[in-house]
């Protein structure tokens, strides 16, 4: 419903045909402010939200419909691909090794790497997986495009 204007007709118009105008339009207001508010809600819970990953027979799936942000630890070989994104998704993928060195990172499809080196990102964790480092990742609309940090 879109807002209505008040136009009082001299001697025809009363208090309250102007009580109620206002009144449907504030209820219209909040009809539309909780609306808002629920899309908001919905898209915090969808883009805010982190998942953690558990590898399943070597790959590690980050599904953008469950949120633009995970945690993974590795534990073995494993190939990393993002779905279920589109042109302008980003996210950021936080990685633990454990122990260091027994696992391999790549990516599906060949994800450009514009910053980093994944096999210097997993052999830099430290024994134990007390190192942690990020994969953030951009749909720029044709790939995925990846920067991969240093290690801690």
Known sequence: ??????????????????TSVINNN????????????????SLQLAVGSQQTITPVSGFVNIDVNSGNFAAVTITEDLTLNISNSSAGDSGLVSVRQQPAGTGVLSFVPSYPVLNGDPNLFLSSMTLGGTGVGTISWYNDGTDILLYISDVT
């Open 1 to 18: 419903m879109a807002q209505q204007t008040f136009s009082p007709t001299p001697n025809v118009s009363t208090h309250a045909d102007a």
């Open 26 to 41: 504030a209820n219209d207001a909040e009809t539309r402010i909780s609306g808002a508010e629920s899309d908001i809600s």
